[in-house]
């Protein structure tokens, strides 16, 4: 199996513990504490992929250091992760982790391109236009890009909605010249 299919098994287990606990969004905020941690502390990184200490080892650590303050079957479930050596995909899992729960909670994230800085009631229309469209709650996510001369550009995984001038404007282009 490939490291993102792995890291999804492991997400589905710490959303089904999630929901059991009643607590999606404190388990997200959990696994990504443990994660910026990893991407941010050298010295813990090193602690994780350091073959001189033992899964028994390093689980005694995790408990000692998590098992006071976190809720004991996250610690069970970072611990699981050691024990089959895959401490290092934590995260890859809390990205996988809020995926899923963006899919439960019916939540999906648009990026959405447009030719110059919105103001709020764009994003609010955009929003709406787009929470509309595609019956679920959208976050949109807004770049610039004058490229595009005007209109929007949205994606949603693998859809896209090319609603911009420039696009109307290429076609215009074929038409005319296919009329020839």
Do not use: C
């Not at 996988?96 to 103001?119: I, Q």
């Not at 929003?127 to 949603?156: C, E, M, W, Y």
């Amino acid at each position: 199996m490939r490291e993102p299919t792995i890291a999804r098994n492991y997400a589905e287990t710490l959303l089904e513990l999630a929901q059991r606990a009643g607590d999606l969004r404190g388990w997200g905020e959990m696994i990504d504490s443990v994660g910026n941690a990893m991407d941010t502390d050298r010295r813990l990184r090193m602690f994780l992929e350091s073959p001189r200490l033992s899964a028994g080892q390093k689980n005694d650590i995790i408990q000692r250091a998590y098992g006071a303050t976190l809720p004991r079957n996250f610690v069970r479930f970072l611990q699981a992760l050691v024990s089959h050596r895959r401490q290092m995909l934590i995260p890859i899992i809390a990205h996988a982790y809020h995926d899923l729960v963006d899919e439960v909670e019916g939540r999906v994230h648009a990026s959405v391109t447009v030719a110059r800085e919105p103001d709020d009631s764009d994003r609010d229309v955009v929003t709406t236009q787009l929470k509309r469209a595609l019956g679920k709650d959208v976050v949109p996510h807004f770049h610039v890009n004058a490229s595009i001369l005007g209109g929007v550009v949205v994606r949603v995984g693998d859809t896209v909605l090319d609603g911009s001038v420039r696009r109307r404007l290429a076609t215009l282009k074929a038409r005319m010249l296919g009329a020839r």
